[in-house]
C-alpha cells in the first residue's frame, strides 16, 4: 500500500481547490431573504468560502444604478417576507447567521454599505477588501446592454467595480419570487443556480491565481445569465429539461432587446413592452463581433458570460482577451475565449435571426463615431 505524507496530501487537496477560501459578498435587488440568494450562499459556503449575503430588506428591482440610503434608523414597514419587523433597525444580520446581513437601501447602496460599514468598520474580513462580489441570481434575465440604466442586480455589480472590486452579475430566466424556505428538494431550480453560479466563480479563482492576486482587471465586469432552469420539459424550456446548461462566451449585444412605450387603447395607459430590432442595443462597438449574443444564448439550455467594463471610452483595451483566457476549459467555445479570431478593425455587417434584426459592427477608428450616433434609449428586463 502507498503512504502519503501530509505535505503531499496538503498539495493534493490545493491543486484540486479544496482549501479554496475566497472572501465574497453577496448582494441583490430581490431582497435578502430570497431562495435564489441564500441557495447560492449555501452553494458558496459549501465550496469553502468565506461568504456574507449583505442585500436589500425588501425587493428593490428596476432600480439600476440609483444610490438610495434609508432616510430613517428604524423600519417603516415590515422586511420581505416578514422576515424583519416594522421598527426593527435600518440595517442588522439574521440572529441565526451573523454571516447574513441586511440593508434598507437601494442595490448599489448596499454594495457601499457592505463595503465602507461591515468591511471597514465591521472588518468582517479581518482588515482585506473582499476578492469578489456578486450579485443574483436575479429573478428575470438581465440580457443586453440596456440592462445597465435599469437592473439592480447589474447596477450593484456595477457599483462595485467602480470601487475597483471584481464583481459578477448573474441572472436567471426563471422569475418565480420564493421566501428561501420554499426549497425543500436538492433539484430545486434555486438550489441549481447557486451551483451553477459557484462554479463560474471557482473557474476565475483557479485560473486567476497568481494574477496580481484579483480575480478580474480593474474596471471589468461579468455578466452572467441562466437559461429557464427544469428538471422536466416546459414550453419555457422550449419542451426540454435544463439543470445543466454549458457556458457560452458571449457579448452583451446581439439579439438584444429595448423597451418602447406601448399605448393601451383600451385603459388609456402606457406600459413597457420589448423591441428586439433597435440597432442602439445591438451595435457591436467592441470586442469580438462573432461572438454570439447573450440573448439568443439563453433561448437554449445554455448558459451565457459576458464581459462588460466600467470605462466606455476604452473599445480596444486587452482586459476583454485577459477574461476570455480565465474562462477556458469552461466554456463550450473556448476557442472565442482564447482570443481565436479576435480583432474590431472590419467594418461590416453582422447577420441576426429575422425576428431581432441585425447587429452592427463598428470598427476602432469609427468607435465613438459609432457610439454617438447608436444611444440606446430602453430596457426589457429588471
Given at each position: 500500500?502507498?503512504?502519503f505524507?501530509a ?13 479554496n ?16 440568494i441564500?441557495?447560492?450562499y449555501?452553494?458558496?459556503r459549501?465550496?469553502g ?9 425588501e ?23 416578514d422576515?424583519?419587523p416594522?421598527?426593527?433597525p ?13 440593508y434598507?437601501?437601494?442595490?448599489a ?18 482588515g482585506?477588501?473582499p ?30 467595480v ?23 428538494t436538492t ?8 451551483k ?21 482587471p ?5 455578466n ?9 420539459p416546459t ?53 469580438d ?17 459576458s ?21 477556458v ?12 479570431g ?23 477608428n469609427?468607435?465613438m ?9 430602453g430596457?426589457?428586463m429588471?
Amino acid at each position: 500500500m502507498k503512504v502519503f505524507s501530509a505535505t503531499a496530501l496538503l498539495s493534493v487537496a490545493l491543486s484540486c481547490g479544496l482549501t479554496n477560501s475566497l472572501k465574497i459578498i453577496i448582494n441583490n435587488d430581490d431582497g435578502w431573504a430570497t431562495a435564489n440568494i441564500r441557495e447560492f450562499y449555501k452553494a458558496l459556503r459549501a465550496d469553502g468560502h468565506d461568504a456574507y449575503i449583505v442585500a436589500p430588506v425588501e425587493q428593490q428591482s428596476g432600480q439600476g444604478g440609483r444610490t438610495v440610503f434609508s432616510a430613517e434608523a428604524t423600519l417603516s414597514r415590515p422586511g420581505q417576507f416578514d422576515t424583519v419587523p416594522a421598527g426593527a433597525p435600518s440595517f442588522g444580520s439574521d440572529p441565526m447567521d451573523s454571516h447574513i446581513w441586511y440593508y434598507n437601501g437601494t442595490p448599489a447602496a448596499v454594495t457601499f454599505f457592505a463595503l465602507d460599514y461591515l468591511v471597514k468598520r465591521q472588518n468582517i474580513f479581518n482588515g482585506s477588501e473582499p476578492d469578489l462580489i456578486v450579485t443574483g441570481p436575479n429573478e428575470g434575465s438581465n440580457a443586453g446592454p440596456f440592462v445597465f440604466t435599469l437592473s439592480g442586480t447589474v447596477g450593484a455589480a456595477y457599483a462595485a467595480v467602480s470601487r475597483g472590486i471584481p464583481a459578477i452579475a448573474f441572472s436567471a430566466t426563471d422569475i418565480l419570487n420564493r421566501k428561501y424556505t420554499a426549497v425543500n428538494t436538492t433539484n430545486d431550480p434555486a438550489t441549481v443556480l447557486g451551483k451553477l453560479a459557484t462554479k463560474v466563480i471557482n473557474q476565475l479563482e483557479e485560473k486567476g491565481n497568481g494574477e496580481n492576486s484579483r480575480l478580474l482587471p480593474y474596471g471589468y465586469g461579468l455578466n452572467v445569465n441562466f437559461p429557464y432552469i427544469s428538471t422536466k420539459p416546459t414550453a419555457l424550456s422550449d419542451g426540454v429539461s435544463c439543470v445543466n446548461p454549458p457556458f457560452v462566451y458571449t457579448r452583451l449585444t446581439g439579439g438584444a432587446a429595448t423597451n418602447i412605450a406601448a399605448y393601451n387603447e383600451e385603459t388609456g395607459i402606457f406600459n413597457w413592452a420589448s423591441n428586439f430590432t433597435s440597432p442602439g442595443v445591438n451595435a457591436c462597438i467592441n470586442g469580438d463581433c462573432d461572438l454570439p449574443g447573450e440573448t439568443d444564448v439563453i433561448k437554449e439550455c445554455k448558459s451565457a458570460i459576458s464581459v462588460f467594463t466600467i470605462d466606455y471610452d476604452a473599445p480596444s483595451c486587452g482586459g476583454a482577451e485577459r477574461i476570455g483566457e480565465l474562462l477556458v476549459g469552461l466554456v463550450e467555445n473556448e476557442g472565442k475565449a482564447a482570443g481565436n479570431g479576435t480583432g474590431n478593425a472590419t467594418v461590416v455587417a453582422v447577420p441576426g435571426p429575422a425576428e431581432t434584426g441585425a447587429a452592427i459592427r463598428v470598427g476602432v477608428n469609427g468607435a465613438m463615431a459609432g457610439l454617438m450616433s447608436a444611444v440606446a434609449i430602453g430596457m426589457s428586463m429588471l
